[in-house]
């Protein structure tokens, strides 16, 4: 069973930093697709930022030049550093793996998900 743990939440200032980190009970390097996404009360989940097995990263407008995406293979963990944050980035993030492979002659997919850390920022 696949367990994705995050932590590095927490209550920070406009313009402050926070990172996060997602840390896999599994080696991600068999992963095709990791990601943080984040929600608000009453929204869907968003992608915030994804980076592929080809080392290809992914941003959201919103965060781009702010947010930095990467992926330590060896031990497992995936990261999202985080600068100049703003209030809009208040939200639960979540670490999201999916692992893509053939079984039985169909393409198959798995998602994983973590429980979710808290971003506040706020004066």
């Known amino acids: 069973q696949v367990q994705l743990v995050e932590s590095g939440g927490g209550l920070v200032q406009p313009g402050g930093s926070l990172t996060l980190s997602c840390k896999a009970s599994v080696d991600i390097g068999n992963m095709n697709v990791m990601a943080w996404y984040r929600q608000t009360p009453g929204k869907e989940r968003e992608l915030v930022a994804s980076f592929t097995s080809a080392r290809q990263r992914h941003y959201i407008d919103a965060v781009k030049g702010r947010f930095s995406i990467s992926k330590d293979n060896v031990k497992n963990i995936l990261s999202l550093k985080m600068n100049a944050l703003k209030p809009e980035d208040t939200a639960v993030y979540y670490c999201?793996?999916?692992?893509?492979?053939?079984?039985?002659?169909?393409?198959?997919?798995?998602?994983?998900w973590g429980q979710g850390t808290q971003v506040t920022v706020s004066a």
């Open positions: 999201k793996a999916d692992r893509v492979f053939l079984q039985g002659g169909s393409v198959t997919r798995n998602t994983y």
